[in-house]
């Protein structure tokens, strides 16, 4: 007959607590942000490409087309009324003859960082009357629309100072920009469309001058012809 044996207790042994803080998170991804955006250093890496002669000539803009924003002054009571029924006509554009387009060239620096940027190697003409959108003739003779002037003003969302001083109307944001290019008879639109990196927009910076000619950039977001 076998001999029953008692079962021996091993003492119990406690884990060290663990020290206080933090506890560590396995697997989880850190997150990373965007940095933000220096305007003035990206201005500066156009004008350097321009004077450098690192870019390539694509042709003429014709028109730029511009999205809703809030904040343009076209939805604020300093917008007066004629404009205001502008607009809802044409949509938010504004557009060249064929006098004054001025030069769109793509930027062949080198530090494209993951996004083509496009240039104005000359200074911007100042914007031509239009005809006023509001008339319409229904007969051959009838006579011609009165012009009317076109008001950056008017559809900039604000103004941004550059670290020199010079101020800039911030028009925003870009949806597209119509190219006549050169040699070819057609064409080209350039869309603009949300950086997927920062999720920002494009936007134009246009020098605030009532006279002569102006200097002009296209900053953030993301430009392609797709």
């Not at 002054?73 to 064929?98: C, P, V």
């Not at 003003?153 to 100072?161: N, P, R, Y």
Request: hydrophobic letters at 35%.
């Amino acid at each position: 007959m076998p001999s029953s044996r008692a079962a021996r207790s091993e003492p119990s042994r406690e884990l060290p607590s663990p020290a206080p803080g933090p506890r560590p998170s396995f697997g989880a991804p850190t997150p990373i942000r965007p940095k933000p955006v220096c305007l003035a250093d990206k201005i500066d890496r156009q004008v350097s490409a321009i004077r450098g002669h690192k870019f390539a000539d694509l042709g003429l803009v014709t028109r730029i087309q511009l999205g809703i924003s809030d904040d343009s002054a076209y939805l604020q009571s300093q917008a007066n009324d004629h404009m205001k029924e502008i607009t809802r006509l044409q949509g938010l554009t504004f557009e060249w003859n064929q006098h004054c387009r001025p030069k769109i060239s793509e930027v062949l620096d080198g530090q494209t960082g993951g996004t083509r940027q496009f240039v104005f190697p000359d200074l911007w003409a100042q914007l031509p009357h239009i005809p006023d959108p509001r008339y319409r003739k229904l007969h051959v003779l009838d006579p011609q629309p009165p012009e009317i002037p076109q008001r950056l003003e008017f559809f900039a969302s604000g103004v941004v100072i550059h670290r020199d001083g010079t101020k800039f109307y911030c028009l925003q944001p870009v949806l597209q920009l119509a190219i006549q290019p050169f040699g070819v008879a057609t064409f080209l639109l350039l869309h603009g469309r949300a950086n997927p990196w920062d999720g920002r927009h494009p936007a134009l910076l246009v020098e605030a001058k009532k006279k002569g000619c102006a200097m002009a950039f296209l900053v953030g977001g993301k430009l392609d012809f797709s």
